[in-house]
């Protein structure tokens, strides 16, 4: 039976990409990043989000493509 | 019950835990649909020891294509058939299936990018001939309750409906109408063993409760 076998941990898509997934619990907090995901396409990263994180009652949700995040400076670095 | 199994068996750890978000939403949906029966104005009284399923259900799968199938063909199949209740004019369907529908969603998702992802032609035939099986025969039940707006969708909007949400046309299968159950709603005999449906009604867990039947707070 598939359940329960241990499986060793892989990635079976050859291309995916890494979505970081922000959400809110009322209108009047800020977006904060949640957790994020890694998926071959738009459509199963929101499934993954989704299934990941909604344990709490947000009330937005939102993924963005890490590539798609400009970075103005990170830990370690000087800012400009 | 089917999705759960593969929480830890899934070809990565976010299909791992959508496997098991699913099977959770499914069991709540059987739940509220159990419930909706219940209440019903006109309906029929709820045989309390009977279970059935589709044949595709009764063995646990082996292989990861069985999972996607079912999560694309007959998860949307069920989707369909759910929009179709909340789309009639029973307005104890129309109001209580709506965050069902939002849930399925994410499942349509899922198994649409997986079939994609993983492309699983035997599992696919299987799983859509038994949807058209549970959909029922032309002019039957659910052609009835269409034309008396019970249901939004007939027997060949639903067939059309699902070649469209998985964009390809329907394997051609010939099924045997004069084999149909219309309880069962399947051309074949059998189901879930026994320890499974233990399993479903939650009869399994009870040999771990402790005499007396108190529960322990963990």
């Not at chain 1, 209108?27 to 994180?53: E, F, K, N």
């Not at chain 2, 959508?18 to 709540?28: E, I, R, S």
């Not at chain 2, 159990?34 to 399923?53: I, M």
């Amino acid at each position: 039976m598939g359940a329960f076998r241990l499986m060793p941990f892989t990635r079976v898509h050859q291309n995916v990409r890494e979505y970081e997934v922000f959400a809110r619990k009322a209108r009047v907090d800020s977006l904060r990043q949640v957790g994020s995901v890694v998926a071959p396409d738009d459509d199963l990263a929101r499934a993954y989000a989704r299934a990941t994180y909604d344990e709490e009652r947000w009330i937005e949700m939102v993924i963005v493509p890490k590539e798609s995040m400009i970075s103005l400076w990170a830990p370690g670095e000087d800012e400009p | 019950m089917r999705y759960a199994e593969w929480c830890t068996a899934a070809p990565s750890l976010e299909a791992d835990i959508a496997a098991a978000a699913m099977g959770l939403d499914d069991l709540g949906h059987s739940r509220v649909l159990y419930g909706c029966l219940k209440e019903l104005p006109d309906g029929e009284s709820v045989d309390e020891g009977t279970y059935t399923n589709v044949r595709y259900l009764d063995q646990p799968w082996t292989d990861w294509s069985q999972f996607v199938a079912a999560n694309a063909v007959l998860d949307t199949a069920f989707t369909l058939m759910i929009e179709s209740l909340a789309g009639g004019n029973v307005e104890l369907l129309r109001s209580r299936l709506r965050k069902m529908l939002q849930e399925e969603r994410y499942h349509y998702l899922h198994g649409r990018s997986w079939l994609r992802e993983a492309p699983a032609r035997d599992a696919v035939v299987s799983a859509w001939g038994e949807a058209l099986e549970w959909f029922g025969p032309d002019g039957g039940d659910v052609d009835q309750l269409k034309k008396a707006g019970k249901i939004a969708l007939g027997v060949p909007e639903l067939r059309r409906s699902l070649e469209e949400k998985l964009e390809t046309n329907a394997p051609s299968a010939g099924i045997a109408w004069d084999r149909w159950n219309p309880i069962t709603r399947r051309t074949s005999e059998g189901g879930i063993d026994q320890g499974t449906l233990d399993m479903l009604q939650g009869l399994a867990e009870k040999r771990y409760m402790p005499a007396g039947g108190q529960r322990v707070e963990v």
